[in-house]
């Protein structure tokens, strides 16, 4: 591989990390707040919107980011107003283009496997007089190992994976904002196959390692010894 293809790499795997992170602190108590309120209108719209990247074509997200960050977007103007940097073609852009197209990825596992506790378990805790915080990281957060397990794995193996999001919000500026999925198309553009292929192949590897890893994980918390 190429020098431009290890930065391709690098940069992947730093937006793949934090975008993670990202999610992982925000992520968590949006879906405990799904999970405990399931049945309301205000959570039924909140998981829709959640969903909404499953659907909606990448490239129709990325345009709507890209005019959010933009210079005369909201959040752009915010940004200029404070003197920071813009986002757009920018790490940080790419980040938040992340965190908006992978949120489903790790709200909804979390969700699930929050909704699958119950209340009891933490009703028993607080009866025991530990706060509701206290109840949450003792007793949900344990019990949902297999939820934060899928939830992580799956958040950052679809954003190592993104192409139209990123590309839009980040164009594909060398060792800033090109990742490995826009360096596999220029490859491909460019007709060298064979790189193409070295990194294509790496990460197809890589993903059914990190799927096969969950699963065989899954199935030893599954399959209860004979």
């Known amino acids: 591989m190429s020098a431009g293809d290890w930065q391709a790499v690098g940069v992947t795997l730093r937006l793949a990390a934090t975008t993670t992170l990202v999610l992982l602190l925000l992520g968590t108590p949006l879906a405990w707040w799904l999970a405990r309120t399931q049945r309301s209108r205000a959570a039924t719209v909140v998981d829709s919107l959640v969903a909404l990247p499953l659907v909606l074509p990448p490239t129709v997200l990325g345009f709507y980011l890209l005019v959010l960050l933009g210079p005369q977007g909201a959040l752009g103007q915010a940004f200029a107003a404070l003197g920071l940097p813009p986002l757009v073609f920018s790490f940080w852009g790419l980040v938040a283009a992340s965190v908006a197209s992978s949120l489903p990825f790790m709200v ?9 506790v119950g209340v009891r378990m933490t009703e028993v805790a607080a009866t025991l007089r530990a706060s509701p915080l206290d109840a949450f990281f003792s007793v949900a957060v344990p019990l ?3 939820g934060f397990l899928s939830a992580l794995t799956l958040t950052f193996a679809h954003t190592v994976g993104e192409f139209g999001v990123v590309l839009m919000v980040g164009g594909n500026i060398p060792g800033a904002t090109r990742v490995l999925s826009i360096a596999i198309y220029d490859h491909a553009e460019a007709m060298n196959y064979a790189a193409a292929h070295a990194l294509a192949g790496g990460l ?3 993903s059914f390692a990190a799927l096969l890893a ?3 994980a899954h199935r030893r918390r599954t399959v209860a010894p004979a």
């Open 204 to 206: 197809l590897l890589a």
């Open 108 to 116: 909804q596992p979390l969700r699930d496997a929050f909704a699958g």
């Open 214 to 216: 969950l699963n065989l």
């Open 144 to 146: 949902s190992r297999r």
